[in-house]
C-alpha cells in the first residue's frame, strides 16, 4: 500500500474556461518515492487520467477541470 502525499498545485489561469493540474509525490511506509508506477486520477463525473511517477515518485496531473478527485493507484 502506498501513502500519498500530494502537493496540490491548482494553476488558475485568468481566461475563462482554464484548466487546472495536480502534482502529486507517491511514498512507501518507509517515506522512499514509488517510481514508475501508474496512477489514475478520476473526477466525480467520471473523467480519468492515467500517469506514471517518475523516478522521484513525482506525477503531474494537467488539463484538469475544476472539482474534486481521487487518486488511486494500480
Do not use: H, R
Not at 12 to 17: D, H, I, K, R, V
Not at 18 to 29: M, R, S, W
Not at 53 to 69: E, I, P, R, W
Request: with cysteine; glycine share 10%.
Amino acid at each position: 500500500m502506498f501513502a500519498l502525499a500530494l502537493s496540490i498545485a491548482w494553476v488558475f489561469a485568468p481566461q475563462a474556461g482554464a484548466k487546472n493540474t495536480l502534482n502529486c509525490t507517491v511514498v512507501d511506509e518507509a517515506d522512499k518515492p514509488v517510481g514508475k508506477q501508474e496512477f489514475t486520477v478520476a473526477s466525480a463525473s467520471g473523467k480519468s487520467k492515467k500517469a506514471k511517477t517518475n523516478d522521484q515518485g513525482q506525477v503531474k496531473f494537467s488539463g484538469l477541470d475544476d472539482g474534486a478527485y481521487t487518486v488511486s493507484g494500480e
